[in-house]
């Protein structure tokens, strides 16, 4: 089911809408062994495909990298450059992506 968003709107300029309105997280895992993982969580799977999405990202970064439970892992810590992905490639507004610290 689409959102309130796209009332009656072409679908081009709904993705747009859902493009925009989705808040990203992005966050850095330490696994076993120290190794370093970045998260992305918050992507409508509805309206992106994450697998597409992941495999472009691991492309530009030269890094592995998964999809699992509806988020993106990518090894290493790539949060600055994958924001700058995002906004410049996809569309995602900057202030709409949040780095989540690690407590």
Not at 35 to 55: M, N, P, Q, R, W
Not at 68 to 96: A, C, S, T, Y
């Amino acid at each position: 089911m689409k959102s309130d968003l796209c009332l009656g709107l072409p679908p081009e300029l709904c993705e747009q809408l859902e493009a925009e309105s989705q808040i990203i997280k992005i966050r850095v895992e330490r696994r076993k062994i120290g190794k370093i993982v970045t998260i992305i969580e918050g992507i409508d799977e509805k309206y992106f495909d994450l697998k597409k999405l992941a495999s472009t990202l691991k492309s530009k970064l030269a890094a592995g990298g998964t999809v699992k439970n509806g988020r993106i892992e990518i090894q290493g810590d790539h949060r600055h450059r994958i924001k700058k992905i995002l906004v410049e490639e996809f569309g995602f507004k900057p202030e709409n992506i949040v780095f989540i610290e690690e407590t």
